[in-house]
Structures are given as structure tokens and as C-alpha cells.
């Protein structure tokens, strides 16, 4: 049961990094968006491996289908089933994999719950499966966009000591495009690439923090005690691979301040609106949205496929070495954004139809 | 929906902080567990108002009645309703907040939300909601203690910036619970007393940081891909009053170092298990328990409501000042210490009744 | 986790027929409803044991309390929690079925799935479940009622042999309430009133039909496929206790037409509307509600407990016999009608919830 | 959110009958269960159409693929993703319906609660959903085999009003695919052959009653309150497509008899079970399995599409005629019969691994 996600705008996910292929059905999205399937490939390709010289160099066009749920580049209201087949496999490459288990992979323990697993490439495990995630997120994006003109934008701040000052204001997607690091501030993004270079020349890795805002999210999103906004969000993002941490708003450096300090005060704006005169809260108070920039952070471990020699142990039980041997990335960082992205707006998404009703998202009438 | 938690072991927990009670009904519990009130007692003493000097003075005895689901001191499988009357009530206190919007609170957004609410204290999104939580979460490790030794502990690791290095490995309840801040270190838990009354006498208020360890949790909790453990563990911990953080294992340190350096290298013990000479990844790898220390943090801010006077607004839409009247905590860490492990153990226990079954977790032969 | 039915109008129930008490907490409930405790113990008292000569004689007054969710007359949008203290409980009547299973009772199976059972009456599977039930129903009325004036009748059609025929288009609440056994056709209610004693003096029982109309069902409610309205209604009311049997419109009848006579012809009413000249879909085409009348049938067995003697076996294996002592129905029928029409208004909702959401249901503005 | 069926053992399907294709995932399949392709298309076959001269002619192999959670011919405790792609489609055979309505089919309801459907076909409403089910349900039987012998049969016991008296206890499968409307009774078979042809050639349609018996279902089964086994069972074949009543054990007929003749009387068998001298509670007592057999009821309507001319309307409000052109089955009831068997089977899986557990209902020892 561990394979479907949200409520009224459900996801369920399949699939392993080599086999017949990964994808999504998408369940509850609202009948009559309009939706064409160069807006869900645009978002793959963002994701994809391949796309630059600090991912893997694994190459697969991610190419997607849409096996149902549209008709007439319209949603039908049933259930959207898009998927991308496996193509460029190596298995060859995992065959030490077979025996060996890879440190801080999920190889051990996929083999303590289930008693075996596919040990060509990731399994389930791979960050592959996110494919599913971010073809849902796609449209779940599009229907933010069309109801509240909700932008969700996700971005590089730090790669592992490289720190960037971002303001999530004003920040754009096409800063946040403009270089392969996706980190919105030129200099330091060039410092991140060359730092992510030379650690992939050492055989090493490296990770960072993945800063998300949302911009125009309606208030009243949210569904206390436990279905909090934060809490949904904080499960969508920690569900990524290698996530370690997540902050909203203050985070941990909130525990610093005072509450005199924290509380985000209130004002009246010109239309009449309550607002808040800081946002420490991060758009979330009591777990419902209050119409502020909703800021998010998720912190990435380094990568855990490293091409150094590491100690570890076979299937059977002996002690033995293991230097990974297959097609990685040195950093998961520019690829994490997009995952942001998408599992953030199926977060929104998802309360927004809680709210307003699959039927009546889109239609108000109806 | 918002309210209930969990699949096998489910929570649905009910109550404003004034009004008739608060409660939970706990669906699924296996049959046959013995069970005394005094178990649930004792863990809701540890959470209750008027506890300690540095807790609010609110007077709740927090003496709980179990009405179903136990039968001549046993569990029955049939649902378990819990639940605690409010006493001490003191509406007149809150006459204000009828009007003015608590800055950081919960008042504005339930209002955004539901175009009402119970103004008489923090109505649904008051801590006093998590007693039901804190049932739940006594019935939980019980279950945990009697089918695989689990212990879980939580601990005060920090107040604002007075930091206290613990060792997971070793910390006892009985020295968490050796002092009214819960930090098991005995000295640096004087100063943040005496931190807490500082600040409180200013009329202000401070946060910090709850770390938890789980000792020997099974191998193979854990429902990949959305249901990861650290995944349903930071949605647990994030609904929460009051948090704004989650971190598992390196967290957020984690990203300033290389792979080489992060990666949990394997070896296997005397006893011929796998296991790992680090444990950066806390205890969860790929979204699975491996078997080692699972540990855990949480960031909990200032509490909201302060003596000092804010700017506010009122529903009406007019701009005004508050300083508030209302009982209530100058720091809610030593009360949120039981709040985390009783989350934490609802975690583990419905991913431990995913893995064994409702009826077979302590009673395998049926 | 099966003590919660519904996703967005949501209730969970807690209770044995002996023990504290019995109730619910209902999640979802759209927020500032008016709301009168009397409005759900009315229906309560159409539930309640002791209503008339022909009902068991156990004297509960079944007496609700609300302890959350209203505030000042009005939903919250938070879980209301609604109980019903037990008062009547005679144990000494039930010594004997701490060892002896009655038959066509759910005794044996309780035993045989959790090892235990509250043996004092029917425990967790007695007919006393219901009163969540139907208190959580009486509020659905209401939201339907108040959304789209919907109205839901239950009414006795059968009891044993003895049929009536009932337009479902014209009957009232009062000619269904006009008698004790609640057929709203007063000669053969007379009738069916007259065999129920017959047979209760017999120390016997009985079983029948219970059809339910809704009218001003909205168009559009229901998710396919497999939360079809008709499939959820069917689950709901065959969740009932002694309930064998589900049909909608034709049911069973219908499988002896032709096509050409089963298929419900469409036309253009005077208003323009969609509509069909016979109803033998039963209101539901698709899994979804077509606006015409929608119209089940419930049948419910003989009641289990008789005085009778019957045979049957003790705890530990042996045979032996049983003539039951305890306060029981007859026939379950006049207490089976608000049951009926509680769950089918439940499915209602729940369903008008998902397709308006939850906030917008009543204030469709917000 | 209504496409997703199960807790434990979930599948959720997805596809339209035109279009590209149609499958299912299935979450929670227990890992190393053997799986070979074959077993999964041989259920496949009992239900694709042209299969015989009495079912519809359209020519669809049906031929399956499985795109994931398989690995070396085992089940990998991931998702399973099985497809089937579409081909035999002529969309021009339904262009009629792009603006007409067919009587008692979805085309109305699908417009009023989406505002547009696929009208190619019957879209998401058509039975080659069913597909996916039936896929699905052939993993669940190979599970409950295997865990315990069980064994689930359907056959057809009537066809309008030729009826056969079948023997739960005894009948075969190879009794029921003995011939081509699968009613295990030979010469019955014949007239209902015959009679289908008869009607089919008339333009018109019939319609009948499956039933169907579970033997060696361990006793537990069933989640009381709301997940009883029977209305989950209920649920279950109501989802199916054109099923308009359900019954359990004794059903309707049931209603005529007194408590002392319906009651199960219990005695102890050679092995010291409890057993049951009569079985008219149909296997469940009190929603939980009982050890005998389960025997349940479906009906089904005549199929909606037929040759002779009806009275309906078009999208844009006016009244016209329609005579089915398109290709359909005269009786859908031979092909009904493994579509129960798979509902019945997925939730008897379902409540299995709640009992049970995933990762320990096929191997106890993890």
C-alpha cells in the first residue's frame, strides 16, 4: 500500500530501473484541463539523466506515453496512465550487485523486507521511479496554475558548502534554468558545477539543499491535525531518494530566536487582506495555508554510488569491497528540483481538491 | 479526513481545548495485549499542563477513562476510545482572541478556512489535541516493548542555543526524566531551567530541538515508495504543534560531507548480521529499517502566544495590538518530549502490524 | 481499520453493548452547519430498544452527548464526537454465553479471529454499534437536506411473507412513523405488527425488507468504477447486522426481463433536463446518480437470538444446547429503517463532499 | 480516489475501451510468490470477448504483458504492473454516440458529472476495465491457493428464467468451463445457449445470476464493523459492471424463514472444529469467516446495448432513436463469471494480509 499517494489527487506509482519500463496513474484529476503531452515531457526532461556533463551519463530519453485519461487533449475525469519504457539497461554493469551489497543503497535492506530484489541497477529504489512522480506533478502543476495562477519553483542553495543567497520572491524559472546546477545565482552556480566536477574526477559525491517556493497559493489549504500542510509536505519530499531533512519557513535556525522575534505580526494590505509582516511560518500556520510565499527546504545526502573503494558485505554474509562500477550521478542535486517541484504540487493539489471537490475544481459550476 | 493517522494501527483523534473533552479512538489494535489506564496515565502525565515550574500553571489532571475496546483487562481488536474531559477552562481569558487574530497562531488560518472557529484557547489546534495522540502512542510502544524490545526515548538536545551532546546509544528514561526540561544532561539542563524562567519572566518565549532514538527496531519496517519510514516519520512529528524541522540520521550536517565520507559501510557482527560501522543514515536505508539506532530530530519553535505586546489584526479587518492574558508555555520542548515518542511509535507500530498482520502481531500461531 | 467508513465525510465507531459507551467521530463535516443535539437524538430515538411492544425490551434511553466540533450551535469543521453512555446492561443475563456461542451470532468468529470477546450481549458486533451510525447519519441528512433538499425514507415493505406495496415516489416520513413497525401502509403494517408478536410468543423470529427512496439525489454523485454510488451503498447497508442481501432498482427481478424491457428510455422533461421514462436503473447508471429516484432494497435475516432451544457448542469444544435469555428484537425490521436510511445518507454525502470538497459544500462562496 | 480497490492487496486500475490500452497495478502482492505470465493470461482468456458464438464478436486477444515488480519469475513485493494494449477498435462503429445517449449505459451520468466522456465505445464505463481486475485476480487466487487451499468457483445458476441447482460443495472447474455460458449443470447449459442465440437474434438482450463458493477460506476473514467481509463482498461485485443485487448464504429468500429455522446450529466435527449443521449465514458470521463454505450471489441485468430501436436524446437536448450498431455481448453473464471470481478473490487477499501481514503471509518466518 506503500505505493500511492495523496487523497482526492492520488498517485500510484510502478516500476523498477530495468525491466519493462515506470510510470503513473494519476487518479482524481479534474475532468476538462486541457493537456498536451509536451507539457509532461518538458518537466521529464528536467528530470531526465543524461541532460548534462554533471549527471550520469546514463542515456535514456525518458520518452512518455499517455495510455489513457485523455481524449480529444482534454482530461476525461478517469484515471491518466502515463508511462516511459526502460531502454538504455546495462545489467552487466550490476552484476557484482547481484552478490554485494552497496553502502547506504537500499540493497540490504529491500533484501531483509522482501527476501529478494532486483538487483539490476536501483530496483524500485532508483531514483528512476520518480519518473511516475514528476509526469503527475506536471499536471498537478497545470491545475494550480489554472485555478489560483499557483508558480512553484524550486532551486539549488547549496551544494555542499557552497551556499547561495536566493530571494523566493522574484526568483524565476528561467534563472533557475538558466545554468545546469539550477541554482539561480550565476557565480556561485559556476563555483557548484566546478565543484561537483571535481569531486565526480575524485570518484566521490557530493549533496546540497533544495530550497521550494510557492508563490499565490490560495489560503485555507491544509487539513488539521495530522493532514497539516506541512506535515504533507514534509512526507511528499522525504519520500525522494536520498532526503535527510526538511524545513518550513524558520526550520531549525527558528529555534534560535525568540518568540518576540518569530511571530510573524499582522497587518491589513491595501485590498483589505490579512497578511503577515515576516514570514517566519512559511506560509503555514496551524497547518493550513495563509496566502504567504509557502518556503520549503529538503537537504540531499551525497550521493551513495561512489566509484572509491568502500567495505561491505555479500548476499551470503562475508566481508568483502565493493567500487561502484555503474552510470551515477555525482550529485543528485540538479535533478532533485524538478522532484521537488512535482511532489510539492501534488501536495497543493491534492488540499485543493479536498477543498473545492474533483468535480468542481476546474468547473466551478458543475 | 485530516484526523485520522495511520493504516493498521489508526488514530482518529477528536477535541477542542475547551469545550467537553478530547479523545482518540485507536482501530486496530491486536487482541490480547494487556492493558492497564494506569500505562496511558502514566505517558499523559508526562504531557499534561502544570507539570513543572517551566510549564504553564493550566490545572489539567488529564485523568483519562477508557470507554471501549478492552474487557477484563485485555484488548478485544475492536476499536479503543480514550478520552480525557477539560476542566479548567477559563474562557473569559480568551475574550480577546474572540476578536484578535494571535500572531504565529492557528486563529487566522481556521478562520481563512472554516469561516469560524472556537476562540475559547486554541480550540482544535491546541496541544491539548495531542493527548489523545499520547494514548495512542503508550498503546503503541507497549506493542513495540512486547514483540521486539523497542525502546523509544526522546530527549531535549537543545533550547534556543544551549546545546547538550547525548549519546543515543546509552540514554536511559529514567535520566530524561531525571529533571523538568527533559535534557539528559544534568548540568546543561540547569541552565536551560533557568533559561526558560529568564525568558518567561521577560514575557517571551524560546524553542529548540527534540531528538528521539528507537533501540532495536526490526529489520524491514517500512513501506517504500511513499510510505518510506523516515517519510511517515517526518509527517508524524511535523504535525505536531509548533515544529518546523525534521531531520533523520546526518540530516542537514549530512550535506557538507563527500559520499566517501557519509556512506554507512557494512561488516558483519558476531552474531553473523549485517550491519553498518556508521550510521549516517539513521537507521533507514531506501525507506526500510536496517537494524541500527533510528534516530531522529525535531525543531520546535518559540511558542506563539507572549506576554510582550504584537501587532495584530482583528476579524473585523482592523489593525490593533495584543499581548496576551491566556495560561500558557514559555517553551514546549519538556512537553513535547513525550508528543515525539508517542508519534514515533505509532509510526513503527503500523508498519510493524503492515508487516505481521492486525491479528498475528502478538499472537503469531493464530 | 475497519472501523472507519467514508474518505471525505468520515466516521469512525467505537462500542461494545456493554462497557462505557458507544459513539462516533465524524471527520469532514462541512463547517458552520447549524446543529441541535435533538435534530440527532430524534433519530436516535427511532433506533432505540424499548420504542414499542414489538422491540426488545432493554430500557436505554440512549441519551447523545456532543463533546467536539460544535461551537455556539454551529460545526467547527472539526471532528464531532457524539456518545451515548450505556446504561442498561444486565451481564448476569449473558453468564451462559461467556461459554456457549449462540448461533448465527458472531460469537464464534470473534472468537476464532481475536481469541477474546466481550461475551456480555453482542459486544462489538451488537446491534448497538449502530448508534454512531445513525447519530453521524442524522447530520448527513442534514447537509444533503440543506445542499440539494434531499430526502432519504426507509420503510418496512416485507416482514416474512407479508409484502406491501409502496409508491417510493409519494411516501412520507409520517405514514412511515404513523405505526410501530414502520410500513407505511397501515393495514398490512397492522398485520405484520400482529405477526411479530405471534411469533416472539412462539419465542421465535423474524426477518424481511427494507426499501429505501432517495429523492432530490443531485445528478453526478458516485466514482467509478469501483466507488460506484451503488457498490459503496451496497458495502454500507450490508455492513448492517443481520443484513443478507443488496438490489438497486430491478435487483434481482430485473434478471428475468429482455433488454428492450429492462432499458430505461430517455426523455426531455419540461425544465430541459435529462430524464427516463422508467426507473429500473434505480436512479444510479454507471455508478453514478442519474437525478431520478434512487431505490434500494435491504434484506435482513431473522434475528439470531430465540428462545428457543437450539444446538450448540461451549468455548472448549463441547456440545451442548442453548435457549437464549437476554433481551432481544423479535425482528429487527422497525429498528432496521433508520439504520437503512442512516448509512445510504452517509454514502450520499461522502460523495456530495468529493464532488463539491469540503469547505464549499454549504458556503460554495469560500 | 474511486479507482484504487483493497488496503492490504490494492489494485488500481486504468484505461477506457478505446484508446491505448488498458492494466492494473497491483500494490502489496507478497514478494517470492513464483509467477509465470501464463497464469495471469489463462484467467484473461475466460473473460475476452469472441471467445465463443454467444459472447460479442469483437477480436481482442487480450494478451498481457507485466511491466514490473516481477524479477526472475518471482514476485518482487513492488508494484505490478500489468497491461493490455487495445486494437480490435473501429471508433466509426460509435459515432452515433458521440451525440446520442444509449439507454442504461454510463453515456448520460459520464457527461453530467465530467461534462465529456470518451463515446468511443463505453469508455472508462465499458466491461474492458474489467481486465485489469481479472489480472489482478488471478495473483490473488495463487496466493490464497497457496496460503490455503482455496479454492473460488463461479458458475451461472440462471439465465432469465432458466435456473440450475448447483451444488456449491462439489462442483468443478472443469464442470463450469465445460461449456460455453459456463452453468455447470449440462443440459441447462444448452437451453441457456440456445436461448441466448434465440434473443441475440431478435436484437434484444437477457440477463441472469452468477453465484459463486469459496471452500477452504480460513475462518477470520473479515474486518468488523464496516470492512465485513459481506460487504466488502458486497462492494466488491457491485462495482461490476451491470450488477444490480447481491446476496450472501440464505440472501432474500432467507427473509421468509424464522430464527429457528435459519440459525446455524453449531456441532464439533471429527477434528474438533466448530462447524455448522446448515450453512445458511453462506460461510460469514457476524463479517468474519467461519471455516464453511462461502456462497454468494450476483445479478445481472440485461445488456444495455441492443439492436431494436429505443427512445433517447442526444447531448444537446433533443429527443431522437437509436439502435445499437456497435458490437456487444447478447448476455454478459458466461464472461461475468471470472469477474466475480476475481473480486471475490481480491478481497478475500485483501483481508488475508490484513490477518497476516505482506511480507509474512507467504513466508511466516520473517
Chains 1, 2, 3, 4 share one sequence.
Not at 565543484?195 to 539543499?209: F, H, K
Request: proline content about 5%; some cysteine; hydrophobic content about 35%.
Amino acid at each position: 500500500m506503500g505505493n500511492t499517494f495523496g487523497h482526492l489527487f492520488r498517485i500510484t506509482t510502478f516500476g523498477e530501473s530495468h525491466g519493462g519500463g515506470v510510470g503513473v496513474i494519476i487518479d482524481g484529476c479534474p475532468p476538462r484541463l486541457s493537456l498536451d503531452i509536451s507539457e509532461i515531457q518538458q518537466e521529464l526532461d528536467r528530470r531526465r539523466p543524461g541532460q548534462s556533463k554533471i549527471t550520469t551519463p546514463r542515456k535514456e530519453s525518458d520518452t512518455c506515453e499517455i495510455l489513457s485519461g485523455v481524449f480529444e487533449g482534454q482530461t476525461l475525469g478517469t484515471p491518466i496512465m502515463i508511462m516511459v519504457k526502460n531502454k538504455d539497461t546495462r545489467p552487466q554493469d550490476y552484476d557484482e550487485m547481484a552478490k554485494k551489497y552497496r553502502p547506504s543503497h537500499a540493497d540490504a535492506t529491500y533484501d531483509a523486507k522482501y527476501g529478494i530484489r532486483n538487483w539490476q541497477g536501483g530496483g524500485r529504489s532508483s531514483a528512476r521511479e520518480t519518473i511516475g512522480r514528476v509526469a503527475a506533478g506536471a499536471i498537478a502543476k497545470k491545475i494550480l496554475k489554472q485555478v489560483a495562477n499557483v508558480e512553484i519553483i524550486g532551486y539549488v542553495t547549496r551544494i555542499k558548502d557552497l551556499e547561495a543567497a536566493i530571494d523566493p520572491a522574484t526568483v524565476t524559472l528561467e534563472q533557475v534554468e538558466s545554468n545546469i546546477v539550477r541554482c539561480p545565482h550565476p557565480d556561485r552556480a559556476q563555483q557548484m558545477i566546478q565543484l561537483i566536477e571535481d569531486i565526480r574526477d575524485q570518484g566521490d559525491s557530493i549533496g546540497g539543499v533544495v530550497e521550494c517556493v510557492v508563490r499565490n497559493a490560495p489560503t485555507g489549504l491544509g487539513s488539521p491535525v495530522f493532514d497539516k500542510l506541512e506535515a504533507d509536505l514534509a512526507k511528499a519530499v522525504m519520500s525522494l531518494p536520498a532526503s535527510k531533512g526538511f524545513e518550513i519557513g524558520s526550520g531549525f535556525a527558528g529555534t534560535l530566536l525568540t518568540g518576540s522575534q518569530h511571530n510573524d505580526e499582522f497587518y491589513i494590505d491595501d485590498t483589505g487582506a490579512v497578511r503577515t509582516l515576516s514570514n517566519r511560518s512559511g506560509g503555514v500556520q496551524g497547518g493550513i495555508s495563509n496566502g504567504e510565499l509557502i518556503i520549503l527546504r529538503v537537504a540531499f545526502k551525497p550521493t551513495a554510488t561512489i566509484r572509491k573503494e568502500q567495505k561491505t558485505v555479500t548476499r551470503e554474509g562475508e566481508e568483502t569491497t565493493l567500487a561502484a562500477k555503474g552510470r551515477h550521478d555525482p550529485c543528485v542535486l540538479p535533478r532533485a528540483v524538478p522532484m521537488v517541484e512535482a511532489m510539492v504540487a501534488l501536495v497543493l493539489c491534492d488540499h485543493l481538491l479536498r477543498h473545492h471537490g474533483q468535480c468542481r475544481t476546474l468547473n466551478p459550476e458543475d
